[in-house]
């Protein structure tokens, strides 16, 4: 009986210890992909000792006065800024990516110290803001951005579409613009040096395009990255890809300038259901 319980203890000493190990060795193996999995997204999205902070941007509405309706008769209405709830969940998606679970679950003081050891192990707050009226605040530009929307109601957005891109049109070879055809429609297409440029298939085919593009900005040394669509579906089903795809687009682009062209076929211009893209073009800026 004496021999039995001893055997008895051994091998139950033997399990305990064996599935300590096998623990340990899981915990090793989680810690160190979540290292390498947090290093990837920090550093595709420019963040790092030199520029540690990151922040998204949304196109500002200003609606004016009487440019809401209401339930019950109100003499003037709202006026002021508003939001499309699309590019809300779009920023919330990429957001959602930034934010590291396995840190929040920390104590706050044991974040902090992490934070102050390894950039990888900082938490990262991603503030969500509105757009500015223009003229920008170079303030702005203390931080990485990630901008949703086109350059109609964004104001970051027609900054780098427009003037950031004719400021150093001999430093890129191909980049987006966002404006009118000759029909006066607005249409999103790729610039390219010696190409006669086009619009990528648009509303006339029932198709609704967006784009990603990645810019690492000469003047301020910020890593920008714009999601814009024609309407608001394209816009939140581009910045969509970029949360979902930015593993393979890091892979793939490493650490340069990039565009990638999306269309949403069958796609209601704000519709709430967002199809899946089908991705028409992939280029290096330079």
């Not at 790729?190 to 085919?205: F, T, V």
């Amino acid at each position: 009986m004496k021999n039995f319980i001893q055997d008895f203890l051994i091998n139950l000493a033997s399990e305990i210890v064996a599935a300590l190990i096998f623990a340990l060795i899981g915990i090793i193996i989680y810690i160190s992909l979540y290292w390498k999995n947090r290093r990837g997204i920090l550093r595709f999205f420019g963040i790092g000792n030199s520029r540690p902070s990151i922040c998204v941007y949304m196109s500002r509405l200003t609606i004016k006065s009487g440019g809401t309706e209401a339930i019950e008769y109100v003499e003037r209405g709202y006026s002021g800024a508003a939001i499309t709830k699309l590019e809300y969940d779009g920023a919330l998606l990429i957001q959602n990516e930034l934010k590291s679970r396995l840190l929040a679950l920390l104590p706050t003081k044991v974040q902090d110290w992490l934070g102050e050891e390894s950039i990888e192990l900082k938490t990262i707050d991603v503030p969500i803001k509105l757009s500015s009226l223009r003229p920008i605040d170079d303030g702005v530009f203390r931080d990485n951005l990630i901008l949703i929307g086109t350059g109609i109601y964004n104001s970051l957005s027609h900054h780098y579409l427009n003037d950031y891109f004719k400021k150093y049109s001999q430093r890129y070879s191909c980049y987006f613009f966002h404006e009118k055809d000759d029909k006066g429609q607005r249409v999103i297409g790729i610039n390219r040096k010696g190409i006669k440029n086009a619009p990528i298939e648009g509303r006339d085919k029932g198709n609704e395009p967006g784009f990603i593009l990645r810019i690492i900005d000469v003047d301020y040394k910020i890593s920008v990255f714009i999601c814009g669509g024609l309407g608001s579906s394209a816009t939140y089903g581009s910045a969509r890809y970029l949360a979902k795809n930015w593993k393979s687009l890091q892979k793939e682009f490493q650490n340069k300038e990039f565009g990638i062209a999306l269309i949403f076929p069958n796609q209601e211009p704000d519709g709430e259901f967002v199809q899946k893209p089908i991705v028409c073009d992939k280029f290096l800026l330079r």
